[in-house]
């Protein structure tokens, strides 16, 4: 009867650190954190993008098109990584 | 009512000092950063002089600044990261202890910057990409080809890929330079406001002011948390290459 009830009570009390755990992991600063991170990223990937395609454009002659390009395929980039974070988030 | 931006503008400190064409002079930028990092060097010094197994306050603060960055290491890059501590350690002090010193008044912020920023982004930068190729060889470059694409859309990956490696020191570098810079500014044209209102209006502003200080501090430890915790994600893609 001690045995049980002592394995039982120590059951709660490791799921009571478990949750304590979980909890722990989800600070507020750390989620701030990850939001400043994915704001930047989006626009770290279109601005690099744009310098990408400039400087093709520079080295090639192509005036408009590959900066263009360079800058739509940064706007893919930037919403895909989002996008990536935020599933990351969820698991 | 006072410039705003006035606050960070570099002035030479001493005698000018020229390499060549370049103004290597002692600015008030450098005399801040030498100021933390001494500061550093005392309180880390301090609290690991004298071993007691109840620890005194400095003590503490450099046991729980330890714990703090090796438990974030362990976590975020597995234990193939412990060589690269002493790194990201000392990255993560100076990038706080300089957003910190930045909020004492009249103190110049460094990290509002964006050279600063930028060199310490593109240090770290290189050297994770120098350690990616040293540790995976040329197998580092599967990194830019994520496995389960179709073959169709190859191209258009690799190039997000790429976009994606290469916008990582900018996006490290403006997040930490435009916080500070904004906080900062922000926290200024308040004050400004306090003195142009007057004793009528100035209360309200001065409460925002006050407001505003309280989250900067927040913002300031954030950011070198952030930096520190993003320099360690890039090192896991380059320690363990797993797409």
Redesign the interface.
Known sequence: MTKQSFKTRLEIAKSKISKKKLYKNNQPSSSLGTAFKMSTELVAHVVVGTIIGFILDKTFGTKPWLILIFFFVGVIAGILNVVRSAKNMQK | MANPMHQFEVNRIGPEIKLGDIDISFTNASMFMVISSIAILIIFNLGSKKNSLIPNKIQLLAELSYTFIAKMINDTAGSKAKPYFAFIFSLFMFVLFCNMFGMIPYAFTVTSHIIVTFVLAAFIFIGVTIIGFIKHGLGYLKLFVPSGVPVVLLP?IV???I??Y???P??LS??LF??MMAGHTMMKVFGGFVISLGIVGGWLPLSFSVALTGLEI?VA???A??FA??TCIYLNDALNLHH
Request: charged letters at 15%; aromatic letters at 8%; a positive charge.
């Open positions: 258009l190039v997000i890929e976009i994606s290469l916008s990582r900018i996006s403006v997040r435009a916080n927040l430890f954030l950011q948390y952030v915790i993003l």
